[in-house]
T-cell receptor
Framework: SQTIHQWPATLVQPVGSPLSLECTVEGTSNPNLYWYRQAAGRGLQLLFYSVGIGQISSEVPQNLSASRPQDRQFILSSKKLLLSDSGFYLC????????????FGQGTRLTVV | RKEVEQDPGPFNVPEGATVAFNCTYSNSASQSFFWYRQDCRKEPKLLMSVYSSGNEDGRFTAQLNRASQYISLLIRDSKLSDSATYLCVVNRGDMRFGAGTRLTVKP
């Protein structure tokens, strides 16, 4: 069966520090991969999605970037965090078939202080 | 205009009530549609897919109107355990979520 791993679960980082969040998927190949951010009490904002290795579509670039170095690995990065980067970061995977659902990792709760 | 719009609520209903959520989307090229449920501080999980002909899963009924670009979710006989945030999702490869509608079912 397919599983998605996302870590860490919680993170407290100072303003100006770098960020690296990793997401890996097991049990499937060539998934679509997604990074979302959810501010407190708000909906999910699509940040990046990828349909293949090295292929990244950016929705809200700001000071965040994403990379997909391997088929089932998706990394969210920042060189310098802002206070406004605080939120709940969620990684998701989905098969290529349009009518299939997306499955989420357990999320990373990031607080920038 | 947001790609996916939902009434944020909150909806506060008594147990046993019927409640309906609506969602509109702006991109007519959207190809698949879903309702997700999110409990507090947890990741979203699929509630049900939405098909053009409408579909039902127990107390839950989903409808899609492509002409009006509108999705709905009906919950009958609400239970306390239905309290959550309900998110509509519109997909054309990019899985876009609405802001969610918060439901609280009270005894």
């Amino acid at each position: 069966s397919q599983t998605i791993h996302q870590w860490p679960a919680t993170l407290v980082q100072p303003v100006g520090s770098p960020l690296s969040l990793e997401c890996t998927v097991e049990g499937t190949s060539n998934p679509n991969l997604y990074w979302y951010r959810q501010a407190a009490g708000r909906g999910l904002q699509l940040l990046f999605y990828s349909v293949g290795i090295g292929q990244i579509s950016s929705e809200v670039p700001q000071n965040l970037s994403a990379s997909r170095p391997q088929d089932r690995q998706f990394i969210l990065s920042s060189k310098k965090l802002l206070l406004s980067d605080s939120g709940f970061y969620l990684c998701a995977w989905k098969s290529l078939q349009m009518n299939t659902e997306a499955f989420f990792g357990q999320g990373t709760r990031l607080t920038v202080v | 205009r947001k790609e996916v719009e939902q009434d944020p609520g909150p909806f506060n209903v008594p147990e046993g009530a019927t409640v309906a959520f609506n969602c509109t989307y702006s991109n007519s090229a959207s190809q698949s549609f879903f309702w997700y449920r999110q409990d507090c501080r947890k990741e979203p999980k699929l509630l049900m897919s939405v098909y053009s002909s409408g579909n039902e899963d127990g107390r839950f009924t989903a409808q899609l109107n492509r002409a009006s670009q509108y999705i709905s979710l009906l919950i009958r006989d609400s239970k306390l355990s239905d309290s959550a945030t309900y998110l509509c999702v519109v997909n054309r490869g990019d899985m876009r979520f609405g802001a969610g509608t918060r439901l609280t079912v009270k005894p």
